[in-house]
């Protein structure tokens, strides 16, 4: 996707609304959610401050007591940004599927209102068993997700493209159709535009399609 065919989406406001350590205490299913999950350190709260344009945005996540819990913010009064805690550092790692903490399971399967899972890899580093992992769970469990390479500055482009052309290869193996593939340094602030063209389409498919069950025209 070419983030300059989409005119930068505006976020008006940003508001923490609640912290939710199952499904169950998850807010009303009304609006469009967008998830952020990647390995600890990969550089998820400083993404979710560049995105929103706060400098403390995700600083709540990141308090002791909240870092495995879900964590939803509302934008612009008419989107969720959830931010999911990390993977990869779990509860006894003793098996891959408890390394993806049991409150991220549910939401990820059992969220009406999951639109896009932005699943973030650093682009620094050859591609990780961790994030190949998560992902090949992404597919196996049907979720659309994009994948967001972060930290582009903090090595040449060439290993950039080296490390995302060996972590598509891998993909290969399970995905039949490659997802879409960002990158973002939130360091030189590059990429925000490209993130939000994801949510703003998304967002927009929404719209057209509400206002066709309205009107009885089905797409
Ligand atoms: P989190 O654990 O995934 O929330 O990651 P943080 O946002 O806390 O970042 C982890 C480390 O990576 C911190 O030392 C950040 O300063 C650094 N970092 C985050 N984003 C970038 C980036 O775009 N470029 C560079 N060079 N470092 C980054």
Redesign the pocket.
């Known amino acids: 996707m070419i983030a300059n065919q989409f005119p930068s989406m505006n976020i008006s406001s940003a508001i923490f609304d609640r912290s939710a350590s199952n499904l169950e205490s998850c807010p009303d299913e009304s609006l469009p959610e967008f998830a952020f999950i990647?390995r600890?350190?990969?550089?998820?709260?400083?993404?979710l401050n560049f995105l929103a344009g706060r400098r403390e945005l995700?600083r709540v996540s990141?308090t002791p007591g909240f870092t495995r819990l879900i964590n939803f913010f509302t934008m612009s009064k008419t989107w969720r940004l959830v931010d999911l805690p990390?993977y990869g550092f779990a509860t006894g790692a003793r098996q891959d599927s408890a390394r993806i903490n049991q409150a991220v399971r549910e939401y990820l399967q059992g969220r009406p209102n999951l639109y896009c899972v932005f699943a973030l890899v650093d682009s620094g580093l050859a591609p990780q068993a961790m994030d190949l992992e998560f992902v090949e769970w992404l597919v196996e469990n049907s979720l659309p997700f994009v994948l967001v390479f972060?930290?582009t500055?903090?090595v040449s482009a060439t290993t950039v493209q080296t490390n995302i052309a060996a972590f598509k290869e891998r993909l290969a193996e399970f995905c039949e159709s490659l997802p879409e593939i960002l990158t973002?340094?939130?360091?030189?602030q590059l990429g925000r535009g490209a993130l939000l063209a994801v949510i703003k389409t998304a967002l927009a498919g929404a719209q057209a399609e509400d206002a066709d069950s309205e009107s009885g025209h089905p797409r």
């Open positions: 990647g600890s350190n990969v550089g998820k709260s400083s993404l995700a990141r990390g972060t930290k500055d903090k973002c340094s939130a360091q030189k």
